[in-house]
Structure formats: structure tokens, C-alpha cells
T-cell receptor, first 110, second 115 residues
Framework: DAKTTQPNSMESNEEEPVHLPCNHSTISGTDYIHWYRQLPSQGPEYVIH???SNVNNRMASLAIAEDRKSSTLILHRATLRDAAVYYCILSPEYGNKLVFGAGTILRVKS | EAGVVQSPRYKIIEKKQPVAFWCNPI?????LYWYLQNLGQGPELLIRYENEEAVDDSQLPKDRFSAERLKGVDSTLKIQPAELGDSAVYLCASSLGFRTANEQFFGPGTRLTVL
């Protein structure tokens, strides 16, 4: 399984944008990039995923580098409810196997 | 629509006792997963089912752990006998299929404490 590298923790102010980085230099051509997050005392929840092009949904945006060796999850306006552990995960198209790392702990200050 | 349901939410047992966790996936989801999450770490896959068939159980410690999904809907994960190191959160998830683009929906988990 291809590996991802994320910062252990990040801090943001409420109402400001947050850029969560992820490095995945050994990504293969068929690996999708997934982001999940886990709020305290809850199971993980899906945020967004992409293959090559940047993606937007109601929760966030995913910016993928042209060489696909890194990506950035963008929360456009952080709220206190966005405080969570964010996981960047690579997975091939079939098998739906998510291998979670330690993730990035995001703290949001009011 | 109801999400993934797990019970119990919390369980405290003494070592060497058996324990079972139950999961009811989202209706229509034929793929079901059991994960284990230790404190401060990300979830680790234990087993994945496609309908009734366990298609990936390589990480399931088969000497003490067992799982079943008899009718291809709800599932049970059992530990017998439990050890101190089994204290963790056990998460169940489901998805429409085995394509990675299929979002996995997680339940709230069962927090197991083994004394």
C-alpha cells in the first residue's frame, strides 16, 4: 500500500481557510486520493476523493498536484465543528481498502 | 436514512471472557467492514465482506477473533477469549460496493475495555 505523510497537527482560527497538506510520493497511476475525518468519539466520515483533477464538494475542496505526489485538502471557512483528525488515504480503484495512518489533528480556535 | 448501527456502544469485561459486537449496515450496502482502532491511531481493517463472503480477512487474528454475516445484512464480530490488549474501539462500516469510489459509512463504534 502506498504511504502518505501528513503533519501531526495543525491549528486554525475560526472563519479562516485551512489547507491540510498530504505527501504521497510513491502514488501509483491508479491510486485514488481520499480524505476522511474523524470527530471526537465518532467513526470516520468521508470528506472528498479525487484521481487527477481538483475536486469540490459541499464540505471541502481537494487540490491535487500535477505530478500527483502531493495534495491539499481545503476547508474554505473553518468552524469549531471542523475540529477533527483528518486522514489522507491512497487506494486503488477496486478493493476499497482504506489504510489509515495517524492523520492530522486539526484544532480550530474561536 | 439510518446510518450504520452498532451495539453495544460500550463494553467492559474481564480478560478471558468472550464478547460480541453487532453491526447493522445501511440498507442496500452489500460491502461490510470491521475495523479496530487503538487510542491515538487510525482504524485498521480486520475483515471485509461482500454480501455473505469474507473476501479480505488477512488482518483478523483467527485464533481468538471470528466474524459472521450469515444473511448478507447484519454482522457479528466475536472475541473469545478477550485479552488486555484487545481494549480498543471496534468500528463497523458499509459501502455500496467494493469500488474505491464508493464512500464508506462508519458507525459510532463499540469501545471495549478489558480488565
Amino acid at each position: 500500500d502506498a504511504k502518505t505523510t501528513q503533519p501531526n497537527s495543525m491549528e486554525s482560527n475560526e472563519e479562516e481557510p485551512v489547507h491540510l497538506p498530504c505527501n504521497h510520493s510513491t502514488i501509483s497511476g491508479t491510486d485514488y486520493i481520499h480524505w476522511y475525518r474523524q470527530l471526537p468519539s465518532q467513526g470516520p466520515e468521508y470528506v472528498i476523493h479525487g484521481l487527477t483533477s481538483n475536486v469540490n464538494n459541499r464540505m471541502a475542496s481537494l487540490a491535487i498536484a500535477e505530478d500527483r505526489k502531493s495534495s491539499t485538502l481545503i476547508l474554505h471557512r473553518a468552524t469549531l465543528r471542523d475540529a477533527a483528525v483528518y486522514y489522507c488515504i491512497l487506494s486503488p480503484e477496486y478493493g476499497n481498502k482504506l489504510v489509515f495512518g495517524a492523520g492530522t489533528i486539526l484544532r480550530v480556535k474561536s | 436514512e439510518a446510518g450504520v448501527v452498532q451495539s453495544p456502544r460500550y463494553k467492559i469485561i474481564e480478560k478471558k471472557q468472550p464478547v460480541a459486537f453487532w453491526c447493522n449496515p445501511i440498507s442496500g450496502h452489500n460491502t461490510l467492514y470491521w475495523y479496530l482502532q487503538n487510542l491515538g491511531q487510525g482504524p485498521e481493517l480486520l475483515i471485509r465482506y461482500e454480501n455473505e463472503e469474507a473476501v479480505d480477512d488477512s488482518q483478523l487474528p483467527k485464533d481468538r477473533f471470528s466474524a459472521e454475516r450469515l444473511k448478507g445484512v447484519d454482522s457479528t464480530l466475536k472475541i473469545q477469549p478477550a485479552e488486555l490488549g484487545d481494549s480498543a474501539v471496534y468500528l463497523c462500516a458499509s459501502s455500496l460496493g467494493f469500488r474505491t469510489a464508493n464512500e464508506q459509512f462508519f458507525g459510532p463504534g463499540t469501545r471495549l475495555t478489558v480488565l
